[in-house]
């Protein structure tokens, strides 16, 4: 069968939340790691100084003092098994980050994390290959390779649809990235991939002109100031997305569809609109470091979540009952039945639609389900 899409309006029942993302920030990590570095006896700007007067001091080995700022700081940026510090650790090339820890498996074949400690388990060449189990205690998420980032991304200006009335200068919001969505359809309509602001497409990043400006969902439950605030934050998030993808070549998805308790077993959040299940995905993990941060999932993220998939041989593309839930009249509870699991990953296929961030029309959020 092909995929199963549904436009979905703000307020219809019975849809489930889309599995939770947990994304690495590059720019995160940088506002919330380095604000801290740089107060600190050890900070990056105290280092990075030392550095520097040991370059006066030593005119003969000028090279090798400006040589030894340079790695200070790119070690701080950029991460360093050696150095704990920066937040993040790797196993099995896959960045783990401060609070989480390894729970099995490969990067291959799906490598879970869990933010309990006694889900913590050793990573081996042996190990890895064992049955992730299904009783883990914390949230759980599925790390996603992306090996080639640039085919998800388009690097270019565009802007997004009006976010107030008029269409005044000081109104309007641009991005520079947008997602190369796929072009897909289901049994009645044709999905055309866009840019923001094409309202014709479906797109993200992007705001529903006649939704997202009514204060009871920008406002009362998004806690937005104005329209335009709700834009220019889901740019930046979308901006932050989109640079830890690049930079670790993949994410974190949600291991199940997202309940009362979050990343866990349990009965699906459903009969709620699309800005209670966005802010509740924000919600599951509450990093004051700022190293990582959940968000609902991007459109982009399903459709890279999909390919790799389909080089695990599920197919992805047509028929996915072997591996789907479809048999049942109502919903499960996620995570009920290994024999919906994909990669570590439960209920993608059947039991509820996924929410993501794709917008369509004015009116519209996009919901996905293989």
């Not at 030593?58 to 940026?77: F, K, M, R, V």
């Given at each position: 069968m092909k995929e199963k899409i549904k436009k979905i309006k703000k307020d219809v029942r019975g849809i489930t939340l889309i599995a939770l993302v947990v994304t690495i920030i590059v720019l995160l990590i940088l506002a919330g790691i380095a604000l801290n570095l740089t107060i600190g006896q050890n900070g990056i700007f105290s280092?990075?100084?030392?550095?520097?007067?040991?370059?006066?001091?030593?005119?003969?080995?000028?090279?090798?003092?400006?040589?030894?700022?340079?790695?200070?700081?790119?070690?701080?940026?950029?991460g360093n098994n050696d150095n704990p510090s920066t937040g993040i650790t790797t196993v099995d090339n896959v960045p783990i980050p401060d609070g989480f820890y390894y729970a099995g498996g490969s990067k291959d074949t799906g490598l879970v994390i869990s933010d309990n400690p006694a889900d913590k388990k050793e990573f081996s060449e042996e190990t890895k290959t064992d049955a992730v189990p299904n009783t883990l205690q914390g949230n759980q998420f599925v790390w996603v390779p992306v090996e080639t980032p640039s085919n998800y991304f388009i690097d270019a200006e565009a802007t997004l649809s009006t976010t107030a009335t008029g269409s005044e200068e000081e109104n309007k919001v641009k991005t520079n990235v947008y997602s190369n969505l796929k072009v897909r359809e289901d049994d009645k309509s044709t999905y055309t991939a866009g840019v923001p602001g094409d309202e014709s497409s479906v797109r993200e990043p992007d705001v529903l002109s006649r939704y997202d400006t009514d204060p009871q969902y920008h406002s009362t439950i998004l806690n937005f100031a104005s329209p335009k605030a709700m834009a220019e934050s889901f740019v930046a998030e979308y901006k932050a997305m989109s640079d830890s993808i690049k930079k670790y070549k993949g994410f974190y998805i949600g291991r199940y569809e997202l309940t009362a308790n979050g990343e866990k077993k349990g009965a699906s959040l459903t009969n709620t609109n699309w800005y209670n299940l966005y802010k509740a995905c924000q919600n599951v993990v509450q990093d004051e470091t700022g190293i990582v941060k959940s968000t609902m999932i991007y459109g982009v993220q399903w459709d890279a979540t999909m390919d790799w998939l389909k080089q695990n041989e599920f197919n992805t593309d047509t028929d996915s009952s072997s591996w789907g839930n479809y048999g049942s009249s109502s919903k499960i509870d996620t995570g009920s039945d290994t024999k919906y699991e994909a990669n570590g990953i439960f209920d993608l296929a059947g039991n509820c639609r996924e929410w993501t961030q794709e917008a369509y029309s004015t009116s519209f959020r996009v919901s996905r389900r293989w």
């Open positions: 280092r990075a100084q030392d550095a520097a007067n040991t370059w006066r001091n030593a005119e003969a080995n000028e090279q090798l003092a400006l040589g030894e700022g340079a790695d200070l700081i790119d070690e701080y940026l950029n």
